[in-house]
């Protein structure tokens, strides 16, 4: 793994929060983000770079376009490299990644390569993170809303349990809790922690199959993080509107094969300032309802919505097997 220091830029630039990108072998996508950081000329960038793959030839190639973007930019910043040689997967590079971040940093934004956001997101990050740096009732900042046309009131953004993580920012406080293994799972697996936690049944199969998958060794690291949010008890804030939009749908990306998926590509809203905060740090239970269906369980309720035309037609039912959300 390589460690790079390109240097210190000079001061005056707008954006001191450092941003993390996380990129691997899709340049075009990567060059899309560039354009939205270069409005914002963050002073501070930390790369996460993960290495190509062996058996695909053209990997390297790739790889290499994408780091030679972004040593082309071209405002004043310092910019922290650290690149797998060879290629981790998904889970291994996020995770050391992310403790590579917050060995050197307090607080950060986060993108990965396909998710694209508003330039207001930036400045919304950056105000939230000041607000709630000692606040452990709030575990991160979002950018993504994927409650649709649910009315969350009057506020800027609302409190909800779910972190997405298109587009987010937090604190080294935060990832000190993050458990990637799931340690406490498999005892907790046999209470009723869960089903209490999310209060819907269909829900908590779901997620109880989710878990079961990421200690299996599922290649993926978000869930992870909402299960350490859960286990601390932990809120995290979603903007009123969607701010990140992920254009990663399609061949290429690794769970967001469908180009035409409800989450694909939604439209991203500019945030306004000054921001109308809620009047009290209390869970959005409507909100969290909508984006548990859309963004999760719905693949469950379908498939026992099919397991039940099967049962009344009387033709064999299939065993329902987890269906990992989009990531």
Known sequence: MTLIDSGVGTAGDPL?????????????????????????RPRHILVIADGPRSEQPRDREKCDAVINLIRSIDWPTRVEWNVAPNNMGLRSRIQSGLSWVFSRVQEAIILEDDCVPHPSFFHYCTELLDRYRDDPRIALICGTNFKFEVDSGPASYFYSRYPLIWGWASWRRTWEQYDPELRDWPKLR?????????????????????FDHVRAGLNTWDFSLAFSCWRAGALVVQPAQNLVTNIGFGADGTFTRAPDAILARMPVHEMHFPLVHPDRVERAVACDDKTEEIAFSSSARKQLQRLEAARQAGAAPRIWKPITRSQ
């Open 16 to 40: 001191t929060t450092p941003v993390v990108l996380c990129v691997y072998n899709r340049p075009a996508l990567t060059q899309k983000v560039l354009a939205v950081l270069s409005r914002v």
């Open 190 to 210: 046999e209470t009723s922690w869960l089903a209490d936690y999310l209060g819907d049944p269909l829900a908590a199969a779901y997620w109880r199959a989710v």
